[in-house]
């Protein structure tokens, strides 16, 4: 494993750095909000993105995609992190998108693969009940069996850009008690499903959010997602995929709140002198830097660990290696981007507190990354779980 | 087979054939490490023959040229020779600042005749170098030393007092900041100088320090005699060398983060494991995670580092961040420890405490200077803020 970009990587990230300056600027996000997009994304902005190829970079090539990896995955998302651009990718692409990619049969990959990358569809994972905690073996949604298919019933709350979506994959409990490992099963229930009822969530990040209640959806055969009972690991490893890639996100985000953090520390005047002069404020920022330079590497390292797991769950030990990777990755992102967000407002004074100023909508949004996919403690746990103590 | 491949295997047979057995699972054992020097000591007899064989293959400084008894190996081979020793935990052939510190600087401001003459003393283990840089009233002020140097003829006249001169007692020679010119701005007029401590004007005294015995040592310079022709880079300019070999001295002391022994296992020892396996206090079981993924992290960024620089990227004054964060994180994984030992850490020597418990008293108290030594962590934190993120002032 290799821990630097080799040139077609960095092209990459150079491509998806100009397009985000350009395409992605916070003032867009800022726009949305102000109008309160239902949509939450700019349609142009996510057609561009597909026609540029990202939306394809994790599938297969027979499937129409790029055949890369998430050590590609995490430079877009990085890139999307500094003008913390809306569009689904993370969602529809990473997580979902991944999921029918892996467990798919002929007939759903054809039907959503092609349209998820070239944008023309989006489909979301319907994953967290309501009133539950993140964990993935955690479910409370259930589908009951019913002649040769099953009814659906369960309320899922902070779907990732769940509203306007045009299908869910929904995770649901074919079997089993509440937190069995076992009895866990995928479907892919089209939006306009009767029974399926969507209503957007408005959140501290302006995002794309959305509960969605299922209440006796009829479910057939072809709507199973996998094996039935047995969609957890797939299922752990996917939102695997989708926290690095969320990684990423965070990385970037830090990176941006830093640098116009440092920035105004060389500019702001008071006492007669740049406030950046002051040690106090020295010897804090270079903390931060610190933590940032750990971040990049553990991202890095995280993505290329489950690149290297490979498809079809990969072998134990490498898959127990990559997990603790995943959630150091994920620990310390978390850490470090609401310590990042923090100190940004702090340094930034009064400003920092106005709506006006960027460096808040930075800081909500980083509390969002920050809980999504369990918080810094959840993964020390996982980690110590992976490492054996 | 790649030719990276290649040398695997003919490190491999050569190891085999030639890596004493006493030394084979001593990786860990400092004892097994030699320092070398006009009188060598050896806490296994079989060091010497290691340390000559190693030598005579360059791989006591793998990645330094040939002609100075280097090894002449990349980046990448030197890591294969390492994992090779790793596999059959065999220590290195030799330690000290002669390999980590003055070589390095050497080879990066020497002159032909002054590399010719020190570095092939360096990796055959024939001097032991001690670095003389801070003085009772210069610390983190590094810059306002006084030690004087003073021009008679072909040679300088040294006097003054240096501390914290790591090993002196035990050194051949010292590399030193002299003050040469103290007409101009503090960090002019120093002068980056090699003297043999044969002078009958050198006079050492180890100093004791809150852990008991240590390394550390005053040295006292009356009268010193070292030829012009010691003094690398130009006089007057010294301070420039200075800082470089203080970027070497932050890369060894970051480094030494690699552990001795393994946090979960021994929280599993003190504490025991719950029916799933996991270190039953649910807190310290925490800290430890913590402990371990900083020590990953940090890992991750020393061979990202490696990584960007084998693939032809510029270095940049990361040095500060390793030495900042790996002490820290070496501090806090010793303190970590006592948590977990209870009152067994407790110990200062005799009965009730095992020998490692005693080990990690000291341990734990040595660790303190780790974020003082070598450019305190607050110096550090100042060289980041100005150098690497410009802040003004």
């Not at chain 1, 920022?285 to 769950?313: H, N, P, T, Y």
């Not at chain 1, 990969?314 to 981007?337: I, L, T, Y």
């Not at chain 2, 095992?354 to 040595?366: D, I």
Request: aromatic share 8%; glycine share 10%.
């Amino acid at each position: 494993m290799k821990l630097v970009l080799d040139p077609a990587q960095a092209m990459l990230a150079k491509t998806a750095a100009d397009f985000a300056a350009k395409q992605q600027p916070v003032e867009r996000l800022r726009a949305l909000r102000d109008a309160r997009d239902e949509l939450g994304y700019t349609p142009s902005v996510w057609s561009a993105m597909a026609d540029l190829g990202w939306t394809g970079i994790p599938f297969r090539e027979d499937d129409g995609g790029l055949g890369m990896g998430m050590a590609e995955v995490v430079l877009i998302t990085e890139s999307l992190g500094r003008g913390l651009a809306p569009e689904p990718y993370l969602s529809a692409v990473v997580l979902a998108g991944g999921l029918v990619s892996a467990l798919g049969s002929e007939a759903q990959r054809a039907a959503w693969l092609a349209p998820t990358i070239d944008g023309s569809k989006r489909l979301a994972l319907a994953q967290h009940d309501e009133g539950t905690r993140f964990d993935p073996a955690t479910c409370l949604s259930s589908a009951v069996s019913d002649g040769d298919g099953w009814r659906l019933s369960g309320r899922k709350a902070h779907v990732i850009d769940g509203f306007a979506a045009d299908a869910y994959v929904v995770v649901a409990r074919t079997s089993g008690e509440q937190h069995d490992r076992d009895g866990i099963s995928l479907f892919l229930v089209p939006a306009d499903r009767a029974g399926v009822e969507v209503t957007r969530q408005w959140r501290v990040d302006s995002r794309n959010a959305a509960q969605v209640h299922f209440a006796d959806v009829a479910l057939s055969r072809d709507d199973l997602l996998g094996e039935l009972g047995e969609g957890l690991q797939p299922l752990e490893e996917a939102i695997d995929r989708a926290t690095v890639a969320l990684c990423g996100e965070m990385l970037g985000l830090m990176r941006e709140a830093f640098e116009r953090t440092i920035e105004y520390l060389k500019t702001r005047q008071q006492f007669g002198v740049a406030i950046g002069s002051f040690q106090a404020l020295q010897h804090r920022a270079a903390e931060q830097f610190v933590e940032i330079e750990l971040c990049k590497s553990v991202v890095m390292a995280a993505a290329r660990s489950l690149d290297e797991v490979g498809g079809e769950g990969g072998e134990p030990e490498r898959r127990s290696r990559a997990v603790a990777q995943v959630s150091n990755a994920k620990a310390r992102c978390s850490d470090a981007v609401i310590l990042v967000t923090n100190e940004a407002l702090q340094m930034h004074g009064g400003v920092g507190m106005t709506d006006e100023y960027d460096i808040g909508l930075f800081m909500k949004r980083a509390r969002v990354c920050e809980l999504t996919f369990g918080d810094a403690a959840f993964h020390r746990d996982r980690f110590a779980a992976a490492r054996g103590f | 087979m790649s030719e990276l491949e290649t040398f695997r295997e003919e490190v491999r047979q050569w190891l085999e054939a030639n890596a004493p057995q006493a030394l084979r699972g001593r990786r860990n054992d400092p004892a097994a490490v030699p320092w070398g020097g006009r009188n060598p000591r050896y806490a296994y007899p079989e060091s010497a023959d290691w340390l000559e064989r190693m030598a005579g293959r360059g791989w006591t400084a793998p990645t330094w040229p040939k002609e100075y008894g280097g090894g002449g190996l990349s980046r990448e081979h030197e890591r294969v020779l390492h994992q090779e020793l790793a596999r059959l935990e065999l220590p290195p052939g030799l330690t000290g600042f002669g390999l980590s510190m003055i070589g390095p600087t050497l080879l990066q401001y020497g002159t032909e005749e002054q590399k010719r003459e020190h570095l092939p003393k360096i990796t055959g283990g024939k001097i032991r170098w001690c670095q003389g840089y801070s003085e009772p009233d210069s610390g983190s002020d590094l810059a306002s030393l006084q030690t004087a140097a003073v021009r008679d003829g072909d040679e300088f006249v040294i006097n003054g007092q240096k501390i914290w001169t790591s090993g002196a007692d035990l050194a051949d020679w010292i590399f030193m900041l002299v003050r040469t010119d103290s007409s101009g701005k503090k960090q002019a007029g120093i002068t980056f100088i090699l003297v043999d401590m044969d002078d009958p004007g050198v006079e050492v005294r180890p100093i004791r320090l809150i852990s008991g015995a240590s390394p550390f040592c005053e040295t006292f310079f009356r009268d010193v005699r070292a030829p012009v022709g010691n003094v690398i880079g130009e006089p007057g300019d010294g301070w420039t060398v200075a800082k470089a070999l203080l970027g070497h001295e932050r890369s060894m002391i970051g480094g030494m983060a690699a552990p001795r022994v393994s946090l979960p296992e021994l929280a599993a020892e003190y504490l025991g494991r719950d029916e799933q396996g996991r270190i039953a206090d649910p807190v310290l079981r925490h800290r430890v995670a913590q402990s371990e993924m900083d020590a990953l992290s940090f890992q991750l960024t020393v061979q990202r580092n490696a990584d960007s620089l084998a693939a032809g990227h510029q270095p940049g004054p990361e040095s500060s961040m390793f030495k900042y964060y790996g002490t820290e994180l070496n501090m806090r994984r010793e303190q970590l420890m006592l948590s977990i030992r209870d009152q067994q850490a407790l110990g200062w020597e005799g009965d009730g405490y095992s020998e490692e418990e005693l080990l990690q008293t000291r341990a734990w108290l040595r660790s303190r200077a780790n974020s003082i030594e070598g450019g305190t962590s607050e110096i550090q934190l100042n060289i980041i803020s100005k150098r690497v993120l410009g802040l003004p002032g």
